[in-house]
């Protein structure tokens, strides 16, 4: 009776242990990583200095996450540090689940000196060099760290299969607390003190005293093809990067692949990743790799102009050769840059936005407010420094986060009249009226249905200085159409747009004194960011937000908030 019952149950049995096996197979590429992020006062040597700085579990840089593409992190940040801190996945879109961003007040409120909170995410196809970094005040300068998202098992790269793959992290180092460096600035109100080195992976390399013991060096083989995942962590500055001796075969940007192109002269803006290939076809020796500053401001503007070096070595090589050192262009080649970025096209053709629902222009620039000559009133002329996009200086709040009072509808935290246009047409990157140098100052967002098409005409401005501004939008990519100096005309620039294979990117270099138009749909409800990522500038604020609505359909609301969320 018993054999009989089992015999007659043995097929369901079966098919459901199938059926199981199956769930389990699909699931099985997709994991879930657990990590724990300690945010620490870290006594860190550099230049024979050891200033006490922020760092995450004590390295610098920061751990290197990887992941696939499908994957979900769950990182549980422990505050140990004295300042309050926000970690932010720079590029990830946290689709509908903007509680995992990171901005400080925008996204939520810190996270206080020993308290906890847990940003889990999911990587939603996307993949490629990504990065990780506090997104509170100055921290970001020492706690970053890379975020490599493999493509899926089975998955291959759109490219030949490199031997081995190298995290290029590309910092900016002071000696002292760069805390210390942002206080300064805010209360003098002029530029924060430049950079005493860049650095690669934490290193400042042999071109700085007291500091080549640390540099950073990569053993290869001859035939070796290497692919390098460059990414600019600096705080302030473009970066040029050039390998000596070897092309670059750019292969991806901001985790988007590119129709490779080769060329011997990166730049990266603040926050943008590239990541190349290299062949190791050269006499096997010791070249130098190395990065320095693309300064496009007016020339008496300040900016670090010392260079960072790692060694890339063949292993056949003499262990006591010089290192060849590259010819990097001279720091306002504005030319290479043009070049180079010209060349950075989708892989295949694309989808681009045709019919645009919100048609905007956002000037970005400097602006400066006038003080009473004093020790707070350092800036140029009798002014403290600022920035605006569309002369509205962003400022934070501070009681809550833009996305809580949203959220939770609480009244007088931000206002939703950011300008979809300059409030007084003018020639931007002419000789700019001075009446026209001071901005105000508020919490505005820019509200939009869910599904909109968007078009951003990104304009520089010539207040002060025209220069390349690195603009970050939070929570989205987007296609750079077009790209051009002076001033965007509506009439004839569109014509030359291209809507054809135009790169995906989260952060937009806006040519010095020029233009770039950018296009995304918004299908990512939440408050996003969108600011200049050369953190002197955000400090003065150039920065807004976007106020993506719910839709109507099913997967189309933000998620509610975790449990965990910092009160401010
Ligand atoms: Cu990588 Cu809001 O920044």
Known sequence: MEAYNFLKLKPLLVHALLLSLSLIASFANAETHYRKFVVQDTPVKRLCRTPHVMTVNGQFPGPTLQVRNGDTLIVKVLNSGRYNVTLHWHGVRQLRNPWA????????????????????????????????????????????????????????????????????????????????VLRQAQFTGAAPNISDAYTINGQPGDLYSCSSHGT??????????????????????????????????VVEADAAYTKPFTTSTLMLGPGQTTNVLLTANQAPGRYYMAAR?????????????????????????????????????????????????????????VKVPTKIDENLFFTVGLGFLNCIPGPRCQGPNNTRFAASMNNVSFVLPRKWSLLQAYYQSIPGVFTTDFPPVPPVKFDYTGNVSRALWRPVFYTKVYKMKFGSSVQIVLQDTAIFSTEDHPMHIHGYEFYVVGQGFGNFNPRTDPAKFNLVDPPLRNTIDVPVGGWAVIRFVADNPGVWFMHCHIDSHLTWGLAMAFLVENGEGELQSIVPPPADLPPC
Request: hydrophobic letters at 40%; charged letters at 15%.
């Open 216 to 249: 950073a060096r990569f053993a290869i083989n001859s035939g070796d093809t290497i692919l390098l995942r460059i990414i600019n962590a600096a705080m302030n500055q473009q970066l040029f990067f050039q390998v000596a001796g070897h092309q670059l075969t």
């Open 293 to 349: 500053a693309y300064a496009s401001a007016s020339p008496n503007v300040p900016f670090d102009n010392t260079t960072t070096t790692a060694i890339l070595e063949y292993r056949s090589a003499s262990r006591t050769a010089m290192p060849i050192l590259p010819q990097l262009p001279a720091f306002n080649d504005t030319a290479t840059v043009t070049r180079f970025t010209s060349q950075i096209k989708s892989l295949s053709e």
């Open 101 to 180: 961003d990171g901005p400080a007040y925008v996204t939520q409120c810190p996270i206080q000196p020993g308290a906890t909170y847990t940003y889990r995410f999911t990587i939603e196809n996307q993949e490629g060099t990504l990065w990780w970094h506090a997104h509170s005040k100055w921290l970001r300068a020492t706690v970053y760290g890379a975020l490599i998202i493999y493509p899926k098992i089975g998955c291959p790269y759109p490219f030949p299969k490199p031997t081995h793959e190298i995290p290029i992290l590309l910092g900016e180092w002071w000696n002292r607390d760069p805390m210390s």
